[in-house]
């Protein structure tokens, strides 16, 4: 802050890009819901792999390999669907996303629905603030 208040108000530092060999970076950061995770895989200067892990990404956790759920599986395993059709075109599978929503509300946007064989039976992209609905 001493620096911004004495005039300067550069946003970055002379940096160059290391070239040799592979070099491998991490960062992190503080988010609302956990960290925020980058990590970044250089190849003689050039990128060879980046990642990023979002908090939504920890706190979801997929089945371990102990084959113990995650939060968010444990949640919808069993959930009553109280939604009724014969069409598997028409199921919205709108009892799941509402079980996800209540651990993030951004989840929904980005979940995948599929039955018992593994198919998948509608991907879901709805938001839940609401600007894809009609007239909205």
Not at 49 to 59: A, E, H, K, R
Not at 78 to 92: G, H, I, M
Request: charged share 25%; net charge negative; hydrophobic share 30%.
């Amino acid at each position: 802050m001493d620096r911004l208040k004495q005039g300067d108000t550069r946003t970055s530092t002379p940096f160059e890009i290391p070239k040799r060999g592979e070099q491998r970076g991490v960062g992190f950061w503080g988010a609302g819901r956990g960290f925020l995770t980058h990590h970044l895989t250089l190849d003689r200067g050039a990128v060879a792999n980046y990642q990023i892990l979002t908090p939504s990404t920890w706190n979801a956790s997929p089945t371990d390999r102990w084959q113990q759920p995650g939060p968010y599986e444990e949640a919808v395993l069993n959930t009553p669907l109280l939604e009724e059709t014969d069409d598997p075109a028409k199921f919205k599978g709108i009892d799941i996303l509402r079980a996800i929503r209540s651990f993030d509300p951004c989840m929904p946007c980005t979940t995948h629905i599929h039955s018992d064989a593994g198919v998948i039976t509608r991907e879901v992209n709805t938001c839940a603030c609401g600007i894809d609905d009609e007239g909205g």
